[in-house]
């Protein structure tokens, strides 16, 4: 991963290959773009700061051009990225420095270092860089055998780099940049090497060292324990199922949240199998267990005073003689029986196991994440993840988000749409009898196995995995999605509780 690091010198004299400074779009008060690099002598950008518009600047957000530096700066390349329009107090929305700061970030593979002269006013603002850089110097090349490396080594100047507050912000900011990569790299893994007991083995790996303590449940476990979902969906794989549960556990904590990630190491559909185009990225739908993963070791990394356990459900969706099928009836721990009309439903059944373990053990509240439906990419698109269950808690997550840049939008739970999911024969069926409003009913469903508990659920089904081009931070593939906004959420959380 990319190494970053605070400086108090001027970014001008640093010795790097190239130097980042920031183009703000003109406003009413002027009509041509604006340099922005207040840790930079203006004398040392006079010829650079006229030229904006003969360049081509616009200062729009996530655009980056390359120019020759000039005379009073060390480095050889200045890099221009924009960060839009100032606001009314003349400086740069948050998570437009994040974004600026990651399309730079991309634009610089090849590069072995870089100074960031990017208006970082305050503590937040130095986070926001910090992230946005790292998460778009992001780059998977495990089974590249060529590729062009990102940048090796960034330095942000910022004046106040010695300060406490400004400290505790780049660590905190750099921990979760680095958790967003670990997720990624999850999500990126092919499902040929990434299944439920490498997926546990590879959590055990990187929780070594920490105060993360991790406990595996296998397929004879899982049977003692009656996880029929799990079971149920794994069956059909000739590599079987695995919960894993992650514990921090502080000994100042007063406050514990449940986090709980579908981690469907591959989706066929099952014998409901899917068309050979839908299963092309399905190695996405363990994001919601990466995720967790993450977000408990960044917690514990951050030594938040809160005590978070994650579950990570973990199964292969594969068609054969062995695989469940449409109108099998499987019960659920705690013994709620549901009968399954389509094998490609499965995540819910996974997470339903995972749902009643986590609230055995009574925490304050219980999150869930997960890519559970198609029908979220529909009703929201691919940057907007969908949030449902308890008002309060679905508000916090909303709040966690807008403060972190990334987008959740608040759904509902109509209870007229629950006797949908009711079955003949079970409990309850595992999809609706009435196929509008998917993502509702995948929460309604989920809400069955919650009990009284604080819980939100989040369906990240699009914003998971990007599949266009590198945009910002945000990079071809896994993307981390959630990750930010559940750590800020417990942040948050362990603030209130202190």
């Keep these: 991963m990319t190494n970053i690091a605070l400086t108090t010198k001027n970014p001008a004299t640093v010795d790097a290959d190239a130097l980042v400074v920031a183009v703000a779009k003109s406003t009413g008060k002027t009509t041509e773009p604006q340099l922005i690099a207040p840790e930079v002598p203006p004398k040392a950008l006079k010829g650079i700061a006229a030229s904006l518009s003969a360049l081509g600047a616009t200062g729009s957000v996530g655009e980056v051009l390359k120019v020759p530096a000039g005379e009073g700066i060390s480095a050889t390349v200045l890099v221009l990225t924009g960060i839009g329009t100032l606001d009314d107090a003349e400086a740069p929305e948050t998570e437009s420095l994040r974004r600026a700061a990651g399309s730079a970030a991309r634009a610089l593979a090849g590069t072995v270092s870089a100074v960031l002269a990017l208006p970082a006013a305050d503590p937040v603002a130095v986070a926001a860089i910090s992230e946005g850089a790292l998460m778009g110097a992001y780059a998977y090349r495990t089974y590249r055998s060529e590729s062009t490396e990102p940048v090796r080594e960034l330095t942000l100047a910022v004046a106040g780099a010695r300060q406490k507050e400004t400290k505790e912000a780049f660590e905190a900011a750099v921990i979760v940049a680095e958790a967003v990569a670990g997720a990624r790299d999850l999500v990126n893994a092919p499902p040929r090497d990434l299944y439920p007991e490498t997926f546990a083995d590879a959590a055990k790996a990187a929780a070594k060292g920490t105060k993360v303590s991790v406990n595996v449940l296998d397929e004879k476990a899982l049977a003692a324990g009656g996880y029929g979902g799990l079971l149920g969906v794994g069956q059909g794989s000739s590599r079987p199922p695995r919960l894993v549960k992650i514990s921090y556990s502080p000994a100042r904590a007063k406050k514990h949240y449940a986090l709980v990630g579908k981690g469907i190491t591959f989706d066929s559909g099952g014998l409901s199998l899917k068309p050979g185009k839908g299963m092309e990225t399905m190695k996405l739908d363990m994001a919601g267990a990466a995720t967790v993963l993450h977000a408990v070791l960044a917690v514990a990394k951050q030594g938040l005073p809160i005590k978070v356990t994650g579950w990570l459900a973990l199964a292969e969706n594969m068609p054969s003689g062995t695989a469940q099928r449409p109108s099998d009836v499987i019960t659920i721990r705690g013994g709620k029986t549901v009968e399954v009309l389509n094998t490609d439903a499965e995540g819910r059944l996974v997470m339903a196991d995972a749902l009643v373990a986590a609230v055995e053990e009574s925490p304050d509240a219980v999150l869930d994440i997960a890519t559970l439906t198609g ?42 749409m629950r006797s949908g999911l009711d079955s003949p024969v079970a409990d309850l069926a595992n999809i609706s009898a009435n196929r509008e409003g998917g993502m509702l009913t995948a929460g309604l469903f989920l809400q069955e196995f919650v009990g009284s508990t604080p819980w939100a659920h989040l369906d990240v089904a699009g914003p998971a995995f990007h599949e266009g081009s590198p945009e910002g931070y945000t990079v071809k593939g896994g993307t981390g999605m959630g990750l930010r906004t559940l750590v800020g959420l417990l942040a948050a959380a362990s603030v209130k509780t202190a």
Aim: net charge negative.
């Design 375 to 416: 029908a979220q990419v529909v009703a929201l698109g691919s940057k907007v993840g969908g949030v449902m269950g308890d008002e309060g808690l679905r508000s916090d997550v909303v709040a966690a988000a807008e403060r972190v840049g990334e987008q959740f939008w608040p759904m509902p739970l109509p209870a007229e």
